[in-house]
Nanobody, 124 residues
Framework: QVQLVESGGGSVQPGGSLTLSCLASGRSFSSVTMGWFRQAPGQEREFVGCFRFGAGKTKYADSVKGRFTISGDNAEKTVYLQMSSLKPEDTAVYYC?????????????????WGQGTQVTVSS
């Protein structure tokens, strides 16, 4: 069984920064892809980015490229989402997810386990 716990959400002003963490437990994550998704009120959940443990490769949605950075610590089984130059449209519940097959997918259905989500609010 895999468990994912996000932390680090909160409120920030436009232009500010915030870092989310996702702590994983339950198995080896040496070849797992960890994804970040978000869901704004009244909208579908959307892909933000992903990080593959082992390869260290990342992918990002166009909407966050250049502003968000994903990194991971395999020993700590933790993946981070560093967000900068935040905009009001980044307001959402942010979820981390694990794809045990390490596919680096942008598709929500390819992820096997999900965290409970953490709220990020960008507002002046």
């Amino acid at each position: 069984q895999v468990q994912l716990v996000e932390s680090g959400g909160g409120s920030v002003q436009p232009g500010g920064s915030l870092t989310l963490s996702c702590l994983a437990s339950g198995r080896s994550f040496s070849s797992v892809t960890m994804g970040w998704f978000r869901q704004a009120p009244g909208q579908e959940r959307e892909f933000v980015g992903c990080f593959r443990f082992g390869a260290g490769k990342t992918k990002y949605a166009d909407s966050v490229k250049g502003r968000f950075t994903i990194s991971g610590d395999n020993a700590e089984k933790t993946v981070y989402l560093q967000m900068s130059s935040l905009k009001p449209e980044d307001t959402a519940v942010y979820y981390c997810a694990a794809d045990l097959y390490g596919r680096g997918s942008l598709v929500e259905g390819d992820y096997h386990y999900w965290g409970q989500g953490t709220q990020v609010t960008v507002s002046s």
